[in-house]
């Protein structure tokens, strides 16, 4: 039997969706600042001299890449207050928790575009006198930064689509906005079509921006 299609129902509703967007993009940003200030000192941790921080910084990216991003967040959900008594707000929880979870997929990023630099690099900077941190700092770093801008890019839009487990924890981004509309107005298939097109709106640009900027820059090389 055929289905008869009524988006003009949701009409009424675009403050939903808009505001949805919105706090998605906030917790989006949110996560993805706290992630690069984790990622970065992860990275360079992993690849410490320095055997406890090297085991430490390998754990840590192994465990938190190797569980799912949904338990990660019950858990500093739920069981961080037994364990501490601290009670984390949804909004707080879900900017940590997934801060956590990119920080271990950006240091990544960062480890890949560090080995991307010539070694001799390094050798060059230490002839001058610089410290390894110096060095990274000065002179790899520096370079290694455009190629990882586009799987920067990418990683992000991963991320404004993994924000949807904040549903679980009664956070209002875009899926927690359309599934309390659907109570509503009782048409799932137009909501969640509508959820789908707001967050290829919101999407597409960036994955589009990340594959022109990593033809640009492969032009250069």
């Known amino acids: 039997m055929a289905y008869n299609w009524h988006f ?41 001299r320095v055997a406890p921080v090297r085991y430490v910084m390998t754990a840590y990216i192994e465990f938190i890449r190797g569980t799912p991003a949904l338990v990660q967040i019950v858990w500093i959900y739920y069981c961080l207050p037994i364990l501490t008594g601290l009670q984390l707000s949804s909004i707080s929880t879900m900017i940590i928790a997934l801060g956590i979870h990119e920080g271990a997929y950006v240091a990544e990023i960062f480890r890949a575009g560090i080995g991307a630099v010539d070694r001799g690099q390094f050798a060059a900077a230490y002839s001058l006198g610089m410290s ?10 520096p370079q290694a930064v455009q190629k990882m801008v586009p799987p920067f890019v990418n990683e992000f839009a991963n991320l404004l689509k993994v924000t949807t487990l904040g549903s679980v924890i009664a956070v209002n981004e875009l899926q927690h906005s359309a599934t309390g509309l659907i109570s509503v107005i009782y048409r799932p298939l137009e909501v969640y079509t509508a959820l789908a097109a707001v967050f290829f709106v919101i ?12 033809r640009r820059l492969n032009s250069r090389t």
């Open 8 to 48: 003009e129902v949701l009409v009424p509703y675009w403050p939903v969706f808009v505001n949805g967007a919105i706090k998605t993009l906030q917790l989006t940003f949110g996560s993805a600042v706290l992630g690069v200030v984790i990622g970065l000192p992860a990275a360079v941790g992993r690849e410490s």
């Open 132 to 141: 390894r941190m110096r060095a990274l700092r000065r002179i790899i770093l």
């Open 203 to 214: 999407t597409y640009p960036l994955i589009f921006l990340a594959g022109r900027l990593e």
